[in-house]
């Protein structure tokens, strides 16, 4: 292949997707208001989580400080949250960050990132039907669980003990459901909403008036009491205590971090709201307000929860497995445990219903543009992607039935985490390329000269790139400052100076590339929600999301990698010879020459008259 047909295979992997593609008619049923969005966002980020993790890192991590974590935790959801929000108001279509990437930096990420997105869902959708299957296996004493093991024993690596054929019926029952129609997906999802909130509310205010502020107030001695007796010793000399020192902050302020940093993915799931840009009566209003919201509506609830927990029982004491019931017993109120169990049971339900509501919305955007298969497009009368909903369903469904997923679950952080780190960075290329009404004062200066210092009024085409090539060096520069602070974590405890210097360089590197971005004129085009404090959200955002990807263990990244290897093969086997743009482009290009043609002619017949 010569240099020119490497360079013009090249440029067409980075071609974008306009925001109204000439041809392209919705064919979804815009029926959904804000408090379904709000509804679908708040299900599927308050899952079982808030009746699990509050009780793990409050006992092992943070202490009674666990308030504090899930607060940092939110600031930086909120982060991401607006990012998409956003996007939300100005591309309402499906697709969320999928769409996000193709509109903003080109094909070939925009395949990566919805083929990370589905990635996420799929392992989301099975661990959850798991969950649920196994929740509902211990309310009725281990029956379905002791049965499988003593007829269907699977003992072979990287399959499940036995097939978990009640998860799987789960999966492919809500794929019925969600292909029928999105109205009543919605609101069964509602319900199962309410409930979750109603019992969370219960809980919250139980802890309130069964709780005791000493609780918050653990002495060091009492600890160590509570260690020797753990150990059956005698006396506490030269005993080190293994819940910290007591307090409010307990493991000190690191503690509190690194629960933030657990506590961060608690609030994942927000972004099916995105995947329903066609089907919102005004998305646009719809859309930024059922992110933030959603976000909002889970932090108080986290909140007040954890911090009922911590109140009425020790945060030592805690049960890591069912802390809630645990500590109503503690307190005396042993039946609350059934209102609890029937919760978490509405909680797994929502969110297993909004792991699987974004699946076949992406399937059907990538589809639609030609990356993937065509037959995935077809939708119900009801406007429904049916065939991508089954198609979906059956996946996530088998690898319930089969696979152990303890070890894929990380995989699904990764997935979701490169999402969110995408759309920071598109909302931030975005916000400074030409816009529709910036061409006539981009004329009116074309002619002068412009500098860091002193930009001009409006973006040009000059500026635009300046901005993308100073986003790209701020990622690479937050991707060598994360490696640093995790590998590099000892070195900087000990203040060794070559640590500390780096880690000065590089942050001074990001710090100026924020002040010569925000030199920069934004675009003129206004949305009903916008980003504020640009450019510098969407790159803590960036570091937030890229840390927490850096600390996931070299196996996950291995096995992220041949799913990467797999989504590859077939873009450059499929999706690049039927890319739906690449036809537009060509049409495009074919009608040019073809009118060219008609006036080289025109010409040729007024010369030879």
């Not at 400080?65 to 929000?85: D, Q, T, W």
């Not at 060091?220 to 409010?248: D, I, K, P, R, Y």
């Not at 969110?351 to 119900?380: C, E, I, N, Q, W």
């Not at 880690?503 to 929600?529: E, G, Y």
Request: aromatic share 10%; glycine share 8%; proline share 4%.
């Amino acid at each position: 292949m010569s240099c020119s047909g490497i360079r013009s295979f090249l440029v067409s992997l980075s071609r974008r997707k306009p925001l109204e593609p000439e041809g392209e008619q919705s064919t979804f049923n815009r029926c959904l208001s804000t408090l379904d969005l709000v509804a679908l966002g708040v299900g599927s980020t308050l899952g079982a989580g808030v009746y699990v993790l509050s009780g793990e890192v409050a006992r092992e991590t943070a202490g009674p400080s666990i308030i504090i974590s899930f607060f940092i935790a939110a600031l930086a959801s909120i982060f991401a949250g607006l990012c998409y929000a956003e996007f939300g108001s100005r591309v309402p279509k499906t697709g969320s960050a999928y769409l996000y990437s193709y509109v903003t930096v080109g094909e070939l990420l925009a395949f990566i990132t919805g083929w990370n997105l589905l990635l996420s869902y799929v392992i989301g959708t099975s661990s959850v039907a798991l969950a649920w299957s196994g929740t509902f296996d211990d309310l009725i004493g281990g029956v379905i669980s002791k049965y499988f093991e003593k007829h269907a024993t699977m003992g072979l690596p990287g399959l499940a003990p036995y097939p978990d054929v009640f998860a799987a019926l789960l999966i492919l029952l809500l794929s019925g459901l969600l292909a029928f129609g999105v109205k009543e997906s919605a609101m069964i999802n509602k319900i199962f909403t309410a409930i979750n909130i109603l019992v969370l509310l219960f809980v919250a205010i139980s802890g309130f008036i069964k709780g005791h502020i000493s609780n918050w107030q653990i002495s060091e001695e009492t600890l160590l009491n509570e260690t020797a007796e753990l150990n059956n010793l005698t006396s506490t000399a030269n005993l080190t205590t293994e819940f910290g020192v007591g307090g409010f902050f307990p493991y000190g302020i690191s503690g509190t971090l690194a629960g933030a940093a657990t506590c961060f993915y608690a609030f994942v799931g927000f972004d099916c709201i995105a995947t329903t840009g066609e089907e919102v009566k005004n998305p646009q209003k719809s859309v930024p307000l059922g992110i933030v919201a959603s976000l909002l509506i889970c932090f108080v609830a986290y909140f007040a929860v954890s911090a009922a927990l911590t109140l009425m029982m020790p945060y030592y004491m805690l049960n890591q497995k069912s802390p809630l019931p645990v500590a109503f017993e503690y307190v005396g109120w042993g039946p609350a445990k059934y209102v609890v169990a029937v919760g978490s049971l509405c909680a797994l339900s929502t969110s297993l219903l909004g792991s699987m509501f974004p699946m076949p919305r992406v399937l059907f955007a990538m589809a639609r543009d030609g990356l993937l298969f065509h037959p995935l497009t077809k939708v119900t009368s009801k406007g429904s992607p049916a065939i991508a909903t089954i198609t979906s369903g059956t996946v996530a469904a088998i690898m319930a039935l089969l696979f152990d997923l303890a070890a894929l679950v990380e995989m699904m952080s990764i997935g979701t985490l490169f999402a969110y780190t995408l759309v920071a960075i598109c909302i931030l290329i975005l916000r400074y390329q030409v816009g529709p009404s910036d061409s006539d004062l981009q004329l009116k200066e074309s002619n002068t000269k412009f500098g860091c210092l002193k930009p001009p009024s409006s973006p040009t085409s000059v500026t635009s790139r300046t901005v993308t090539i100073l986003a790209l060096i701020s990622i690479v520069d937050i991707v060598a400052l994360c490696v640093l602070l995790t590998q590099g974590l000892n070195a900087l405890s000990r203040k060794e100076a070559w640590s500390l210097v780096c880690v000065c360089i590089l942050a001074f590197i990001l710090v100026l590339n924020i002040f010569l971005i925000w030199r920069h004129p934004q675009n003129t085009s206004k949305a009903s929600f916008m980003v504020p404090l640009l450019p510098a959200l969407p790159l803590v955002s960036a570091l937030i999301n890229i840390y927490l990807m850096i600390q996931l263990g070299g196996e996950t990244w291995i096995r992220y990698a041949v799913w990467m290897l797999v989504g590859l093969l077939i873009y450059f086997g499929y999706g690049v010879r039927h890319s739906i743009q690449k036809q537009r482009l060509l049409a495009s290009k074919m009608n040019i020459e073809t009118i060219s043609n008609k006036i080289d002619n025109e010409v040729i017949k007024e010369e030879k008259f």
